[in-house]
């Protein structure tokens, strides 16, 4: 066997024969021609068989059976394929293999996923064999960018990786929306945030992030929503609020632009406006304080083209009001400063204002809402008590959490990005249960 390759390696060997294992994802053709649609998981290219070809080189009897193997080859069977690169302008890949000789590894009959519609719950049924599809794996290129683009930012910023856990006994955001499990005889939750914990990492090690699965039980079906994500949080001391929003967009930016130069091939097959991902790159974001952006909703309310339900200052957002919102910008969109009302115990307040926290939700343009939770935190330790008893939590439950304002309190913000959003925004995409492998929503455990 020749030297094996990818097909992404292809263009590096024009004029050489080479061999590729491969899985067959379509094929046609007529007579003495096949033409096989080769997928490896780093592209997809075209091989074309030649019948004479094979009966010169492996005898009448032998190359007719050779070819007739290949002729029959069902959708996703697994080959090895040898064969000569050639350039072809024709195809978007540019490239096109010369077929010499083929090796079935594992035939494929009556695969489930053919050319023709099927339902949205039929494929997500079958998404372990969906994710072969060119979509779908040009999506999940686009989150495999965004996540190398992470690290990338996080280690040129000087930030330390922080795992928290995902076992814990209390909730990061006064939600009743959690998992609960039996640990031992005592109850505890599946994570909704890495935050709470960063925060300790935070006064040990400064800058610090984490990057794992999270769990939310809303039992909310919007296109928006899983019951499990990925969540990056970062926590970092002696920056302002102000400080923290340049530091979201600087880390933003890079995702976008990791992706436009490791994955632009996903968004051409995705067919996403790179001119426009180009331009969030290159504008500054928008920053809008909440009673502005309120001012704003209710001003324009009776548009023509606007569809969301009157608000009130003091009232938070639905989907549609932050989709116009980060629509009239055009760009990404801090709203900043919330009411305290409705916003997490641990938010900083508004200096001269106790009814407005110091936090900032960046919402994403073309309607895909927001991709950033950030604020800044209390420091006070009787100030932060006085909180968790005015929720009525447990004190009990975060003890260990008030001690961090006991013993040498500094400034300190943070921010968390919901994966999937940010995988849905970029690629273009409507629904965010393609954005993960294998989506968990309410209604779907399985496969």
Same mark, same amino acid.
Request: glycine share 8%.
């Given at each position: 066997?020749e030297?094996?390759?990818?097909?992404?390696q292809?263009?590096e060997?024009?004029g050489e024969s080479?061999t590729?294992g491969?899985?067959?994802?379509?094929?046609?053709g007529k007579?003495?021609?096949?033409?096989?649609?080769?997928r =490896?998981?780093?592209?997809?290219?075209q /091989?074309?068989?030649f019948?004479? #070809?094979?009966?010169?080189?492996f005898g009448?009897?032998?190359?007719?059976?050779?070819?007739?193997?290949i &002729?029959h080859l069902? $959708?996703e069977?697994s080959?090895?394929?040898?064969?000569t690169?050639?350039?072809d302008?024709r195809?978007?890949?540019g490239?096109?293999?010369?077929?010499e000789?083929?090796?079935?590894?594992s035939?494929?009959?009556? @695969?489930?996923i053919?050319p023709?519609?099927h339902? !949205? =719950?039929?494929l997500?049924?079958?998404?372990?064999?969906? *994710?072969?599809?060119r979509r779908?794996?040009a999506?999940?290129q686009v989150?495999?960018?965004?996540?190398?683009?992470?690290?990338?930012?996080?280690?040129?910023?000087?930030?330390v990786?922080?795992?928290?856990p995902?076992l %814990?006994? #209390?909730s990061?955001?006064n939600?009743t929306?959690?998992f609960?499990?039996?640990?031992?005889? $005592?109850p505890a939750?599946?994570? $909704?945030?890495?935050q709470?914990y960063?925060e300790?990492?935070?006064m /040990?090690l400064g800058?610090v992030y984490?990057?794992?699965p999270?769990?939310r039980?809303?039992?909310?079906k919007t296109?928006?929503h899983l019951? +499990?994500f990925?969540?990056?949080?970062?926590?970092?001391?002696? *920056?302002?609020h102000?400080?923290?929003m340049?530091l979201q967009?600087?880390?933003?930016k !890079?995702l976008?632009q990791g %992706?436009?130069?490791n994955?632009r091939? /996903?968004?051409e097959?995705?067919?996403?406006? !790179?001119?426009?991902l180009?331009?969030?790159?290159a504008?500054?974001f928008?920053r809008?304080?909440y009673?502005?952006a309120i001012?704003l909703?209710q001003?324009h309310e #009776?548009d023509d083209?606007t569809?969301?339900?009157h608000?009130e200052?003091?009232d938070?957002?639905?989907s549609?009001?932050e989709?116009?919102?980060?629509?009239h @910008?055009?760009?990404?969109t801090? %709203?900043? #400063? @919330?009411?305290?009302?409705?916003?997490?115990?641990y938010?900083?307040p508004v200096?001269?204002d106790?009814?407005r926290? *110091?936090?900032a939700?960046?919402l994403?343009?073309?309607? @895909?809402?927001e991709?950033?939770?950030?604020?800044?935190r209390e420091t006070?330790? =009787?100030?932060l008590l006085a909180?968790? &008893?005015?929720?009525q939590?447990?004190?009990e439950?975060y003890?260990w959490y008030?001690d961090?304002?006991?013993?040498?309190?500094v400034?300190?913000c943070?921010f968390?990005?919901?994966?999937?959003?940010m995988?849905t925004?970029?690629?273009?995409? +409507?629904?965010?249960?393609?954005?993960i492998?294998?989506?968990r929503?309410?209604h779907r455990i399985k496969?």
């Open positions: 066997m030297k094996l390759i990818t097909i992404a292809v263009p060997h024009v080479v590729i491969a899985w067959v994802a379509d094929k046609s007579g003495k021609l096949q033409f096989l649609q080769l =490896d998981g780093t592209a997809f290219f /091989a074309v068989v019948k004479p #070809n094979f009966l010169e080189k009448e009897d032998a190359g007719a059976v050779k070819f007739d193997e &002729k069902g $959708q069977s080959v090895y394929v040898t064969g690169v050639k350039s302008e195809s978007k890949f490239y096109e293999l010369d077929v000789d083929l090796t079935v590894i035939a494929s009959e009556d @695969y489930p053919t023709k519609d339902g !949205t =719950d039929f997500m049924d079958h998404r372990h064999l969906w *994710l072969r599809s779908q794996q999506i999940q989150r495999n960018a965004l996540i190398y683009a992470s690290y990338d930012f996080f280690r040129d910023n000087g930030f990786k922080f795992d928290s995902i %814990v006994g #209390n990061a955001e939600t929306d959690l609960e499990t039996d640990y031992f005889g $005592q939750f599946l994570s $909704q945030s890495g709470l960063l300790a990492g935070a /040990a800058r984490d990057f794992g999270v769990f039980a809303e039992k909310s296109r928006r019951t +499990e990925w969540m990056m949080d970062a926590e970092y001391p002696f *920056l302002s102000e400080e923290s340049d967009e600087a880390y933003v !890079t976008i %992706v436009l130069d994955a091939p /996903a968004l097959m995705l067919e996403r406006d !790179t001119a426009l180009e331009k969030y790159v504008t500054p928008k809008i304080p009673d502005e001012d909703l001003a #009776n083209d569809d969301y339900e608000v200052h003091g938070d957002f639905g549609p009001h989709t116009w919102i980060s629509k @910008y055009g760009v990404p801090f %709203v900043v #400063n @919330y009411p305290a009302s409705f916003k997490a115990f938010m900083k200096p001269d106790s009814t926290v *110091l936090c939700d960046l994403a343009p073309e309607g @895909y809402g991709i950033i939770g950030g604020s800044e006070d330790y =009787d100030k909180k968790v &008893k005015e929720w939590l447990k004190e439950d003890d008030l961090l304002r006991k013993y040498g309190s400034p300190h943070g968390g990005l919901g994966l999937e959003r995988v925004f970029v690629s273009g995409i +409507e629904h965010i249960r393609e954005a492998p294998f989506p929503m309410l496969p």
